[in-house]
Every structure is written in structure tokens, then in C-alpha cells.
């Protein structure tokens, strides 16, 4: 005798969207949708589906069932479900109703450039904001996002940098997820490149309207047709060519052509309708995040709506706090950010990470539940991670042997930078690097100095340490010698991927091994005429030598790099100075000296590998 049909409908229905997370068991889905896990398990069944009540569920299970009972449902991935519910502490609607948005104010459009590295992104941008911030950059490349407010007839612009190197896939990606209009610049000597092809899909799937910039007019080899014809050949037909693309022929050495490339970008923002409202609890994107010593977490953010205020409780990704200071993009303090307007936050309780949602939450208590709750699931992912790393890993000196036996190899790597950008750019850069015989693993990443913690977690699990402008201390150096994990620290990224892909290749070529020889602690600061500022020190380990290489570091951070250019013990010139002796060093070119800053001597030795 046949069973008979089971339908299970007894039960109201939940009334609105239902979340559910993906992979969930019956036990976890009944219950959502007012049924028992016996009633999920026992439809699917029917449908020739064999479950037990603890097994994971596809979509298509979860929504036959959800459409049995007429439920209306949302499926999500593992863990937003808790997103979505702090959505609703937050009480924001990030989704505007269109007749709403028509109502609201013209805002100033938000652009950004991009383009192939070396075709003159900087210096446009420096012409336009009149500031010099292409000098001092490592090896000439743009290092994290900034953003930058101008004016053009009274009528204020915001421009975001993007860097120029195709390693930074991931901070060009965001950019263009948080503005209206990308400008492509395009050297007119040099044509459509690699990294322009990258940055002009980035800019489509933005689905936002595109400018061409053609810089360097000036040159003599310079032909902006030929430009033209490449970018018509990539989909971008020029306006005089019977296209729709605005192309600006530019010279920022020059400063020509600059008013104008302006004058079209109000155009194309006033064709495009860009409206926000001033009013309401502000909202917006983190475009950047990093620790200030002195100042604490430092957040350079994008309002989009509303009006952020000081003393504003805020919420970005796991950070939170109130809102102690702004500042805009000249360093001034300012007590309000409209609309489209780029900001430095200060008052988090720790560094936001890139491309995090912020939002004022409704008063401090919900802003630090949200940001607690997140780090919580956070760390749940991470342990997660670290697990899995535990389970195996080889390091970086090991990778070359493995691969040479054919053997396949997992590289654990704790990734440690000094601002989130570098951080999720170095990221991205080396998930590119994988391959079918290698795999990596990110056991930790964050932000600051490399510390003990992450001596400790490398030698636990087995991993090796990247380091992006940042350094360990002095314990943490020894505690990594005790605990013999490999630590390699850059300021570069071509230099980064360079070593990790071919360690990856089995092509590892001689390595040069640094050698600390010596730190020495500020202990006080002593202004000399004719001479400048001179660092009143205590040596704490080794031996620091006149005319040595010289890194100095606040709370881990390289902030300056040169030699010791005099070394003296009271009144006498001296050659070194050993530990635990006192001595004044004074350094070439540089004059901002702290108490407590550290001063770190090195030198660097040729290792053939055998």
C-alpha cells in the first residue's frame, strides 16, 4: 500500500523575507520557515530526494520546499545571514526608491583614474589639485588610494588615485565601485597597454561612463590618432569619430588641456543626473584605513548620503566609535561632510578594512554591537582558516625542493602591511600567483608591525612571513630566529611577487640575506645649529656604525630609509657605538625625529643557494 502524499501546509507561513543560508540541514531550515525538520526531510523525500535531518541542503532543495509552502525566502552565503539581520539594527536602506532619489540635490561627481602604470595618472592629478605628491613614492608607483577634492567654476569635483600597477587589481576594482566617472588616461606616445585593457574592463563592469584622457600630447613621438584608433578598436569610439566616448588630448607636465578635460567631466556628471540628499544619517565606503601613532585609527572615507558630523557614532565594517575628528583633504579639521565628499575619520576603535560599508549608527551602543558581532564572525572564519593551514604547509625554503620532486605544496603565509590597501592589494596580487602544483594558503593578515603574535603563529603553523613596508622589533626578530621562521619584508611589490613566484617556479636565484647590525632607541631629541635635529639615543642591541644603512622605524612602520651620516659619544666623533652605550646620531635628510622612534642599522650579504 502506497504512503500517503504529505504536504505540509498546516502551519502559517512566515510573513515577509525569510534568510536562509546556503548548505544549510533541515534542522536549520524548518524552524525558519514554521515547519519542523522532519516536514523538510519528509517532502524532499517525496520528491525523491533521500536527506537526513543533519545533512546540507542544495538551493534548489531549499527553494522546492520554501515554494511548497508558498514562503517567500533570500538565500545567502554562510555567515552574511547575520549581516543581513545587523542590516536591520543599523535600520539603513542602502536600496533608494528612484521617484525618492529624483527629489534629492545634484551632488558633486565622485572620478576616478585610471591607466597603465608611468602614463601620467600622478602628475594629471597633481596638476588638478596643484600638490606635489608624486616625490617619495617606492619605486615610482602610486602606493595606496587617495582621495582628493578640486573645484571647476565654483562647482566641486572628487577625484580618487588609483595606482597604476596591474598588482593593485583589487584597489582599482573598488575604486570603480564607489565612483561615477573613470578617467582612462592614455600616454599619446605610448598607446593602449596591458594595464590600460585592465583598467578600461574595470571601468565597463563598473558600467559607468568613460572619459579618455590622451596625456603627453607635448612629446614629439606623441600621436594621439593612433590612440584613438586603439581604444575604437577596444569599444571606446572617440566623439569626433562619430562616437560617444569624450577623449581630451592633455599635457600635465604642461598643464595643457586640463581646464577643458574639467569642463567635460561636469558635462558628462550633469548628463548622468548624480543626485544624494544631505539630510538623514550618513553613509558611505572606507577607501582607506591605517594606524597613526599618536592619533590611533585613521580611516579615509567617501560620504554618499547623508551629513557626517563630529560626534556622529559610526559603524565601518568591525570597527566603531564616535566621530572625535575630520579632516579634508588639505589636513584642515572641518565639523561636517556632505555628499561625494572624501574625509580622514578619526575615533575608530581599530583600523576598517578597504571597501567596508560605514554608516552613523543609530546611537553608540548599536554601533559597537554591530562592530562586535562582525568581529566575532570574523574571527570564526579565521580560525577556520588557520585550522586548515595547521593541517600542512610548506614554507617558502621549502617550496623549491617539493616542486623539483614533482611533489604538489601548499606555502602558508602570514601577510602583515601598513595600510589595509597594501594589505588587500598584495592580497589579491598573490592569490594570481597559484597554481595547479602550488597552492597558498593565508594563515593571517593585518595591519602594523610584525609582531610576536605572528612569530608565534607562523612557527605554529608552519608559515612564512610577508612583510609590505612594514618590520618586526627586535624580540620579535629573535623570537623568530629562536623559533627559526622565515620573515621576508619589502617595499616594493614587483619585488614581492617576483621572490613568491619564482620560489613557486622552482627558479629561486641567489638570495641576499639582511643583516640587522644594531638598534638604537630616541630617547630625546636635541636641536644643532647649522646642523638640524640630532637623535640623543641608547643603544639596545649590536653595534651601530657611522656611514651604515639605516631604517627608521615608529611602532614597526618603515618611515624612513638612509644612512647614519654622524655618530658621536658626548663631544667626540666616533666611528661605532656598541650596545648599551649612549650616543647622538644624526641621519642624512631627515629631521623628524620622536622619542621612542627606533633607529635600525643593516647590512646586506649575497647567500648562493645550493
Not at 507561513?13 to 544549510?24: D, H, Y
Not at 600616454?187 to 559607468?208: N, R, W, Y
Not at 560620504?303 to 564616535?322: C, E, K, M
Not at 640575506?513 to 630616541?522: L, P, Q, S
Request: aromatic letters at 4%; glycine letters at 8%.
Amino acid at each position: 500500500m502506497d504512503a500517503p502524499s504529505y504536504t505540509p501546509k498546516e502551519a502559517p507561513v512566515p510573513q515577509g523575507e525569510v534568510v536562509i543560508e546556503r548548505s544549510s540541514t533541515p534542522q536549520e531550515v524548518g524552524p525558519k520557515l514554521n515547519r519542523t525538520a522532519a516536514d523538510v526531510v519528509r517532502y524532499l523525500m517525496q520528491q525523491g530526494e533521500m536527506v537526513t535531518a543533519t545533512q546540507s541542503l542544495s538551493d534548489d532543495m531549499i527553494e522546492l520546499f520554501a515554494d511548497e509552502i508558498g514562503a517567500e525566502i533570500r538565500l545567502v552565503d554562510p555567515g552574511e545571514e547575520q549581516e543581513v539581520e545587523l542590516q536591520k539594527l543599523l535600520d539603513v536602506d542602502w536600496d533608494v526608491d528612484e521617484d525618492e532619489r529624483a527629489s534629492w540635490d545634484a551632488r558633486p561627481p565622485v572620478i576616478t583614474v585610471m591607466g597603465h602604470v608611468d602614463h601620467g595618472k600622478t602628475k594629471l592629478l597633481d596638476q588638478i589639485r596643484s600638490a606635489n605628491v608624486v616625490a617619495g613614492e617606492a619605486g615610482g608607483i602610486t602606493q595606496h588610494i587617495g582621495a582628493y577634492q578640486t573645484r571647476r567654476d565654483d562647482r566641486p569635483i572628487t577625484f580618487l588615485d588609483t595606482p597604476g600597477h596591474e598588482a593593485f587589481t583589487a584597489m582599482r576594482a573598488r575604486g570603480a565601485e564607489a565612483t561615477d566617472i573613470v578617467v582612462l588616461v592614455v600616454a599619446a606616445d605610448d598607446g593602449v597597454m596591458p594595464q590600460t585593457t585592465e583598467a578600461l574592463s574595470h571601468a565597463k563592469a563598473a558600467e559607468v561612463p568613460i572619459v579618455v584622457a590622451i596625456n603627453k600630447v607635448d612629446r614629439e613621438n606623441a600621436d594621439p590618432n593612433r590612440v584613438k584608433q586603439q581604444l575604437s578598436e577596444a569599444g571606446l569610439v572617440p566623439e569626433d569619430w562619430g562616437g560617444d566616448t569624450v577623449m581630451v588630448e592633455v599635457s600635465a607636465l604642461q598643464n595643457l588641456g586640463i581646464d577643458d578635460l574639467l569642463d567635460n567631466l561636469l558635462v558628462v556628471a550633469e548628463l548622468e543626473d548624480l543626485r544624494a540628499t544631505p539630510e538623514g544619517r550618513a553613509r558611505g565606503i572606507v577607501l582607506e584605513s591605517h594606524l597613526d601613532i599618536g592619533r590611533g585609527p585613521v580611516a579615509t572615507i567617501l560620504v554618499q548620503q547623508g551629513t557626517l558630523t563630529v560626534g556622529d557614532p559610526v559603524v565601518a565594517g568591525a570597527a566603531s566609535g564616535r566621530v572625535r575628528a575630520m579632516l579634508d583633504d588639505h589636513g584642515r579639521q572641518i565639523r561636517e561632510a556632505g555628499p561625494s565628499t572624501p574625509v580622514q575619520l578619526l575615533g575608530l576603535s581599530e583600523p576598517a578594512e578597504a571597501g567596508d560599508r560605514f554608516v552613523v549608527a543609530p546611537d553608540e551602543k548599536v554601533a559597537a554591537k554591530v562592530a562586535s558581532t562582525r568581529e566575532h564572525w570574523r574571527r570564526v572564519a579565521a580560525l577556520g582558516q588557520e585550522a586548515h593551514a595547521m593541517a600542512g604547509g610548506a614554507k617558502l625554503e621549502d617550496i623549491f625542493a617539493q616542486i623539483q620532486a614533482g611533489e604538489a605544496a601548499t606555502l602558508n603565509l602570514i601577510v602583515k602591511a601598513d595600510v589595509t590597501g597594501s594589505l588587500e592589494a598584495v592580497t589579491e596580487s598573490l592569490r594570481k600567483l597559484e597554481r595547479d602544483d602550488v597552492k597558498l594558503s593565508f594563515v593571517h593578515r593585518g595591519v602594523g608591525g610584525i609582531t610576536e603574535n605572528d612569530i608565534q603563529l607562523a612557527a605554529a603553523s608552519n608559515a612564512t612571513i610577508l612583510g609590505f613596508n612594514v618590520r618586526p622589533d627586535r624580540k620579535a626578530r629573535e623570537l623568530a630566529e629562536l623559533e627559526h621562521v622565515e620573515i621576508r619584508t619589502y617595499e616594493i611589490i614587483y619585488k614581492l611577487l617576483e621572490d613568491i613566484e619564482n620560489a613557486m617556479l622552482g627558479l629561486l636565484a641567489p638570495e641576499y640575506e639582511e643583516i640587522v647590525t644594531g638598534d638604537a632607541e630616541v630617547r630625546e631629541v636635541f636641536s644643532v645649529p647649522r646642523i638640524g635635529k640630532v637623535a640623543g639615543c641608547y643603544v639596545t642591541n649590536g653595534v651601530i656604525t657611522r656611514n651604515s644603512k639605516v631604517r627608521f622605524l615608529r611602532e614597526g612602520t618603515i618611515i624612513w630609509k638612509g644612512t647614519v651620516s654622524s655618530l658621536r659619544r658626548f663631544k667626540e666623533d666616533v666611528r661605532e657605538v656598541a650596545a648599551g652605550f649612549e650616543c647622538g646620531i644624526g641621519l642624512s635628510d631627515f629631521q623628524d625625529l620622536k622619542s621612542g622612534d627606533v633607529i635600525e642599522t643593516f647590512e646586506e650579504r649575497e647567500i648562493p643557494r645550493t
